[in-house]
């Protein structure tokens, strides 16, 4: 049919062609609509843009999964793959997404490599990994932390990809990084950061593995009446300890408690979580001291004494939540030590206490440095102590300085080691200028001299030594 109508067109002129072309146009096209609506097809040459026959269309292909030779990671977030074929892919989020490297610039991961076995933690290196019930073997693996790493496995193509990641140090592994993952890993990103902040307080790197390492660290593990010990935990909870229980507060990577050490401990071994506290025996000298009737009679008004008494523990018992200082503590002031730490002391003949601080004499209005950071819990004037001052440096441990002249903080302030905090005098019960000082640990009172030139992290680097 569309021969003879293409001959008729080909014999007429020019203007006829013209109408001819439209009529044939529309009869062919009418002649189409009859054919496919009973069923048949539109001629190929109708369906053509050119000459020629209609090109086929192409079969579509999977596409081919490259095999991977290696990887390493530098970090939680960097990252390079190796392919078989001599390309690779980076990642700057943990694995989440792989592009191909940005040309001209240099590949952090390929620099530092050890190879199909690198590992950037101890005895993390894995033969066979379980992954939804299956075993798979162990091409390579890599943590980078104790809980994030990495694992090559020989899986053909059973999975959407043969790089597995596990978050909790291998217990489970995922083959993509989910939003759970991702969320695990941004928590391991603050848990190091925590961890390195930590681990600079310590005496050394080696100390602070040491102190991280175990599940409860005593710092130190031997002390004696009088002492403090700073516990640490991997985990919250309580330590129960001479009748008490001290709540292990969060700090940095870890929980932590100071375990006061009363005069009356017994010595012994008392264990302390998994670890064992060492309490050795102690003898402290005697104090006789003679001051005039007056002064004697002033310790008598109980009442006054006992008011004092109830404002200073109430000051101390607000603590803040967290260590307040870095640096090691420092002595107040450079004075006569006129009485150590521990001894007995005697007034006019009779038992007085043990006196649980040391004494220090300086010339009236020799100024007062702050022994380390932390917030003014009290600065006031009392009948026993003069005028006073309690430092909070944190996780319920104070420092006092007491019988000032002058006091040049007050109650709310924040210092800093080695702010000048008031003046040398003999206010209250004293018979001369000097700084009474000594340090609470939960409202008990303890050895001042272990924490001079150190902080209660760096107890562990060797046993602290009572003057």
């Known amino acids: 049919m569309e021969e003879a109508v293409l001959e008729e067109i080909r014999t007429m002129k020019p203007r006829s062609k013209k109408i001819g072309y439209l009529l044939a146009g529309t009869a062919l096209a009418a002649a189409c609509v009859v054919l496919v609506a009973y069923g048949g097809e ?44 001599g390309t690779s892919s980076v990642t700057e989020d943990g694995g989440a997404h792989w592009t191909a490297p940005t040309p001209g610039l240099p590949d952090a991961a390929a620099s530092d490599t050890n190879g ?26 890599q943590f980078v932390t104790d809980r994030v790493g990495w694992a090559l496995v020989s899986a053909g193509t059973e999975l959407s990809s043969p790089l597995l990641v596990t978050t909790d140090g291998g217990q ?38 040491k102190a991280m390492d175990t599940a409860w660290t005593l710092l130190p593990d031997t002390a004696s009446p009088g002492d403090v010990v700073l516990v640490r935990h991997d985990q919250p909870g309580e330590v129960a300890w001479q009748g008490k229980t001290y709540e292990l507060r969060p700090f940095e990577a870890g929980y932590f408690t100071y375990l006061p ?14 670890q064992t506290l060492k309490i050795k025996d102690k003898k402290f000298e005697t104090q006789h001291l003679k001051v005039s009737k007056q002064m004697e009679s002033m310790r008598q008004d109980t009442k006054r004494i006992e008011a004092d008494q109830k404002k200073i523990d109430a000051a101390r018992s607000k603590s803040e939540p967290m260590f307040l200082f870095s640096d090691p503590f420092i002595q107040p002031i450079e004075g006569i030590l006129t009485t150590p730490y521990g001894h007995t002391r005697y007034v006019n003949g009779k038992f007085a206490s043990s006196h649980t601080a040391i004494d220090l004499a300086a010339k009236e209005g020799t100024p007062i440095k702050a022994a380390n950071d932390g917030i003014v819990a009290l600065a006031d004037n009392f009948y026993l102590t003069g005028n006073t001052i309690y ?31 008031g003046l040398v005098g003999s206010t209250g019960f004293s018979t001369g200028p000097h700084l009474h000082f000594t340090f609470w640990a939960h409202n008990v009172p303890v050895n001042p001299n272990l924490f001079f030139n150190a902080t209660p992290f760096q107890w562990l680097k060797q046993e602290p030594q009572s003057r």
Not at 58 to 73: G, N, S, T, Y
Not at 180 to 187: C, L, S, T
């Open 391 to 421: 430092i909070d440096h944190g996780m319920n441990l104070f420092s006092q300085y007491a019988h000032l002249s002058k006091l040049q903080v007050k109650t709310g302030d924040r210092v800093k080691r080695g702010d000048i905090i």
């Open 172 to 209: 489970t592994w995922h083959a993509e990084v989910t939003p759970a993952v991702k969320d695990a890993m941004q928590e391991e990103k603050q848990r190091q950061q925590r961890i390195s902040r930590e681990t600079a307080l310590y005496a050394s790197p080696e100390q602070a593995k």
């Open 261 to 274: 050490v009363p005069m009356k401990t017994k010595p012994g071994s008392y264990p302390i979580g998994d």
């Open 116 to 141: 199909p076995s690198a590992s950037l933690t101890d005895g993390k290196k894995l033969t066979a990994i379980a992954y939804q019930t299956k075993d798979y073997p162990v091409k390579q693996s």
């Open 42 to 85: 539109p001629p190929a040459w109708l369906l053509t843009s050119g000459k020629g026959a209609a090109p086929e269309t192409a079969e579509k292909q999977a596409p081919v999964r490259r095999e991977i030779l290696d990887f390493h990671m530098t970090d939680l977030d960097k990252g390079r793959i190796r392919y078989t074929d």
